[in-house]
Nanobody, 123 residues
Framework: QVQLVESGGGLVQTGGSLRLSCAAS????????MGWFRQAPGKELEFVAT????????AYTDSVQGRFTISRDNAENTVYLQMNNLKPGDTAVYFC????????????????WGQGTQVTVSS
């Protein structure tokens, strides 16, 4: 089992920045690739970014490319999502998730999920 707890969400104006954190506990964090997903009101869960167990195998959805950066600190069992130049369309609940399938963008590959943190971007 892997337990995941997100933090860092909040309310920010258009163009602002937030950094989300996801703290992991339980089974060895180093064995898992990590991902961020988001779900806006009335919409499907959407892939945002992923990072391999060693920090490689990065991938982003097109709409956040160049604005968001995923990173991880294996010594601290934490994965981050730095979000810059935020837009109202980024408003959603953000979830972190863990998988053994490095580089996957498909939610079905992710076995462990956090409870989510709300990000709201005002116009």
């Amino acid at each position: 089992q892997v337990q995941l707890v997100e933090s860092g969400g909040g309310l920010v104006q258009t163009g602002g920045s937030l950094r989300l954190s996801c703290a992991a506990s339980g089974r060895s964090f180093n064995n898992f690739a990590m991902g961020w997903f988001r779900q806006a009101p009335g919409k499907e869960l959407e892939f945002v970014a992923t990072i391999g167990s060693g920090g490689g195998s990065l991938a982003y959805t097109d709409s956040v490319q160049g604005r968001f950066t995923i990173s991880r600190d294996n010594a601290e069992n934490t994965v981050y999502l730095q979000m810059n130049n935020l837009k109202p369309g980024d408003t959603a609940v953000y979830f972190c998730a863990a998988t053994v399938a490095s580089g996957s963008t498909w939610r079905g590959h992710y076995a462990y999920w956090g409870q989510g943190t709300q990000v709201t971007v005002s116009s």
